[in-house]
């Protein structure tokens, strides 16, 4: 037998033994415990979610673990993930904060270093102000803040991010200056409305809904171009006429993600996998009564709309971040 033949034999035989191994891996995936890397600290509210799906994916036969790295705004566990094997078994929870520092290249990646998943959650931002202020509504507060340029206060928990970005979009709509005062969490935010040392503040219906149910804090607007269920009285700035999205949309998500390069029908079963547990009536009966929105998009509609919002946020950190 000619050498060339006998070589051109065993690179094909080769050749479809690495192809079949391959399929065959992607057929029995996942056959190893999946690693969710959550990059906040333990009993935070991305934590609780990834912790929460954990039942969910057993009832699959999948088997899933949650490591915490927090550090960074979230940069640290984003950075492993980033770096990971793209096989499948390192995923991790992604968030507005992360593509927010994305689009002020303030981390060691971009975009392009993920390969994303699914939408876990949608958490519409809220306009608050203390029940025992002026404003009953959003126009009363948006003429105050026309009528009394620069004098408004309004807070976020933490600066240069999404919170920040819609506060500085209600100045922009207002067509004046306002106060940015930043702090480090969203209970300070709430303590600090409640107390009158601010006049308002932008933040999750997650983390205020029992205030507002109690009277605490006053929802009067809603960053969203409808309402959401949670607070279904409250309108959004489209309804009340301004638009808060000039520069395109933006919304404060969390969302799963993998490294870059993992293979198209890993990704698909991944998206199977953790829709599933993200539609099962557990994590939606958990989602409503947090006041949060779970699931949608996945794949590269997510890819495509996560692009879309960190556009956003660079105009965003152009036209506000810099200018506070």
Same mark, same amino acid.
């Given at each position: 037998?000619?050498?060339? &033949?006998?070589?051109? $034999?065993?690179?094909?035989?080769?050749?479809?033994?690495?192809?079949?191994?391959?399929?065959?891996?992607?057929?029995?995936?996942? +056959?190893?415990?999946?690693?969710?890397?959550?990059?906040?600290?333990?009993?935070?509210?991305?934590?609780?979610?990834?912790?929460?799906?954990?039942?969910?994916?057993?009832?699959?036969?999948?088997?899933?673990?949650? !490591?915490?790295? /927090?550090?960074?705004?979230?940069?640290?566990?984003?950075?492993?993930?980033?770096?990971?094997?793209?096989?499948?078994?390192?995923?991790?929870?992604?968030?507005?904060?992360?593509?927010?520092?994305?689009?002020?290249?303030?981390? /060691?990646?971009?975009?392009?270093?993920?390969?994303?998943?699914?939408?876990?959650?949608?958490?519409?931002?809220?306009?608050?102000?203390? /029940?025992? +202020?002026?404003?009953?509504?959003?126009?009363? &507060?948006?003429?105050?803040?026309? !009528?009394?340029?620069? +004098?408004?206060?309004?807070?976020?928990?933490?600066?240069?991010?999404?919170?920040?970005?819609?506060?500085?979009?209600?100045?922009?709509?207002?067509?004046?200056?306002?106060?940015?005062?930043?702090?480090?969490?969203?209970?300070?935010?709430?303590? =600090?409305?409640?107390?009158?040392?601010?006049?308002?503040?932008?933040?999750?219906?997650?983390?205020?809904?029992?205030?507002?149910?109690?009277?605490?804090?006053?929802?009067?607007?809603?960053?969203?171009?409808?309402?959401?269920?949670?607070?279904?009285?409250?309108?959004?700035?489209?309804?009340?006429?301004?638009?808060? &999205?000039? +520069?395109? !949309?933006?919304?404060?998500?969390?969302?799963?993600?993998? /490294?870059?390069?993992?293979?198209?029908?890993?990704?698909?079963?991944?998206?199977?996998?953790?829709?599933?547990? $993200?539609?099962?009536?557990?994590?939606?009966?958990?989602? =409503?009564?947090?006041?949060?929105?779970?699931?949608?998009?996945?794949? =590269? =509609?997510?890819? !495509?709309?996560?692009?879309?919002?960190?556009?956003?946020?660079?105009?965003?950190?152009?036209?506000?971040?810099?200018?506070?």
């Amino acid at each position: 037998m000619p050498r060339t &033949f006998f070589k051109t $034999i065993v690179t094909v035989s080769f050749a479809v033994l690495f192809t079949s191994s391959i399929a065959l891996a992607q057929d029995d995936f996942p +056959s190893q415990e999946i690693r969710i890397i959550v990059p906040w600290n333990p009993g935070g509210s991305t934590d609780i979610m990834a912790r929460k799906i954990l039942p969910s994916l057993e009832e699959q036969g999948v088997r899933a673990v949650v !490591e915490n790295m /927090p550090g960074g705004g979230s940069a640290v566990g984003m950075a492993q993930v980033a770096s990971a094997a793209p096989d499948g078994y390192t995923v991790g929870l992604g968030s507005s904060s992360i593509l927010s520092l994305i689009a002020q290249g303030n981390v /060691p990646f971009t975009y392009d270093s993920f390969t994303d998943i699914a939408l876990f959650s949608e958490d519409p931002l809220v306009l608050l102000v203390s /029940p025992n +202020s002026e404003w009953d509504s959003l126009n009363a &507060f948006m003429e105050y803040m026309k !009528e009394n340029p620069g +004098s408004v206060t309004i807070g976020t928990p933490g600066t240069n991010n999404v919170n920040h970005a819609m506060a500085g979009l209600t100045g922009q709509a207002a067509g004046v200056e306002f106060r940015h005062i930043p702090y480090p969490g969203g209970s300070r935010v709430i303590a =600090e409305i409640m107390g009158g040392q601010i006049d308002a503040g932008v933040l999750k219906p997650s983390e205020t809904l029992p205030q507002i149910e109690a009277d605490d804090l006053q929802a009067i607007g809603v960053y969203r171009q409808e309402r959401i269920e949670a607070l279904p009285e409250t309108e959004t700035f489209q309804e009340a006429g301004y638009d808060v &999205f000039s +520069s395109g !949309e933006l919304a404060q998500i969390t969302y799963l993600t993998a /490294p870059a390069g993992l293979d198209a029908e890993i990704r698909e079963r991944l998206v199977e996998i953790f829709n599933t547990a $993200i539609l099962s009536e557990a994590f939606q009966e958990f989602a =409503e009564e947090n006041g949060f929105i779970a699931g949608g998009l996945s794949g =590269e =509609e997510l890819q !495509e709309y996560n692009a879309g919002l960190i556009d956003t946020l660079e105009s965003a950190a152009q036209e506000i971040f810099t200018g506070d």
